[in-house]
């Protein structure tokens, strides 16, 4: 993995006010810490270190030498915070490394391949996008590339299942899915019911009835006429 060079100039003051006052001198603010060091209030170019964390495929997980009043040490990013609208990087904590001593961080899964399965119809589900890792500093992988072009309707990849880089272990649960071949969700058009047997026959007695009492009443009706005619 690369490693990356940037200057900080250190600052005594905090604060929102401070930090306004920085952005809008083109700077932002940064603490940096670790493990039995004092944490210390800096700052940085936003633009400088957007150019390191977008110039490989590392990320987030790219190693920074970091240059504070002359003295280098190598760093991680641990938190970056963004403008919400314009993406725009608005504070940053760096978190001091031991190049001899694990690291966990979240590493990016990338699936390879077109499921057997997808050909056959079914659907690919990639429900986990990063995992969990420890190992050493310079052994940080870009990403754990997984091979999903065998996988039928039904089939599903797990944590276990993963090739892990030499020396790193995995801290996700290892019976989570990272990725499967589901079924397509058929939906079926409701089909009218049939009449019953007997339901037709009472509907043909009750048009008899009808039949019936319609001829009823013209015969009354004629039956009137012809009384009227006899008076």
């Known amino acids: 993995m690369a490693v990356n060079a940037l200057v900080a100039e ?20 940064a603490v940096v810490y670790g493990k039995g060091a004092e944490t210390k209030a800096i700052s940085i170019d936003p633009s400088a270190l957007q150019r390191l964390l977008q110039s490989g495929g590392a990320g987030m997980n790219t190693l920074i030498e970091l240059s504070v009043e002359g003295t280098t040490r190598t760093v991680l990013v641990k938190e970056l915070q963004r403008d919400p609208v ?25 699936l390879l391949g077109r499921p057997e399965g997808v050909e056959l119809g079914g659907i690919l589900d990639h429900p986990l996008r990063e995992i969990e890792l420890e190992c050493l500093p310079r052994a940080i992988p870009e990403s ?23 020396g790193a272990s995995v801290r996700t649960d290892e019976n989570l899915a990272v990725a499967s071949v589901v079924a397509p969700v058929v939906i079926e058009e409701p089909v009218a019911e049939e009449p019953e047997e007997g339901e037709e026959l009472e509907e043909g007695e009750e048009a008899e009835g009808a039949e019936g009492a319609e001829a009823g009443e013209a015969a009354s009706e004629t039956s009137a006429e012809t009384k009227e005619r006899g008076e």
Do not use: C, M, N, W
């Open 144 to 166: 754990v590339d997984v091979d999903v072009s065998a996988l039928d309707v039904g089939d599903s990849i797990h944590v276990r299942d993963l090739e892990l880089p030499e």
């Open 10 to 29: 250190t600052r005594d003051a905090t604060g929102k006010g401070v930090a306004r006052r920085l952005r809008a001198a083109g700077r932002i603010p």
């Open 86 to 110: 314009r993406g725009r990087p608005l504070h940053t904590d760096f978190y001091l490394v031991d190049l001899d001593q694990t690291v966990e961080v979240s590493v990016p899964i990338r």
